[in-house]
């Protein structure tokens, strides 16, 4: 069971020092594992962050960068984006990205347009910026696609167990269910 407070360990449970909560939770969104480093469970973050980084930059890699963009206008709503967007800061340039291409003034993508959003609108007289993403990296577009989204909904449940703690239940509660539903026959 945790609980916020000092550890203390005991027969049947260990306590562990969630420290707060609710920073280490910004944090395990902010960087995939800060949050555990700072609970002081190391493996743990180590292992988060290895795993939600790697998948994620596997990803962004297979994609060229491309696969990794915010846009919401009437032609392209980027809904993976919100997936992608768990991972916190490594998905934020896409955000910097469609401000400098929507906002105004309109200005060009940065960075030689990774993880800028394609050309909008699509007009029948140009090329389709993103049509021509999907028949250039063919599979590898949707891959990395998904890729970049388990990665973000993977540190979505490392956020929450960074707030919550790890899961589990005590066990003299299942002892004392137990008994209850002896009694009960």
Not at 91 to 109: C, D, I, N, S
Not at 122 to 143: G, T
Not at 145 to 155: E, F, V
Not at 159 to 171: L, S, T
Request: glycine share 8%.
């Amino acid at each position: 069971m945790a609980k916020q407070g000092s550890p203390r360990r005991s027969d049947d449970m260990v306590e562990i020092d969630l420290r707060n909560a609710g920073l280490a939770a910004f944090l395990a969104w902010l960087w995939p594992g800060a949050g555990h480093l700072y609970q002081r469970r190391y493996a743990k973050g180590i292992l988060l962050m290895a795993v939600v980084l790697s998948m994620y930059f596997f990803g962004l890699f297979l994609g060229q960068g491309h696969v990794v963009y915010a846009s919401w206008t009437p032609t392209d709503k980027r809904w993976q984006y919100l997936c992608q967007l768990g991972t916190g800061l490594p998905a934020l340039p896409a955000l910097l990205q469609a401000r400098r291409v929507f906002g105004e003034p309109k200005q060009p993508p940065l960075w030689n347009g990774f993880m800028a959003p394609p050309e909008q609108p699509v007009r029948p007289e140009s090329p389709d910026e993103l049509a021509e993403w999907h028949e250039r990296l063919s599979y590898r577009f949707e891959l990395g696609t998904l890729y970049t989204m388990i990665a973000g909904l993977l540190n979505i449940l490392a956020i929450y167990d960074a707030y919550a703690g790890p899961f589990g239940a005590n066990e003299e509660e299942e002892e004392s269910d137990n008994s209850d539903k002896d009694s009960d026959s």
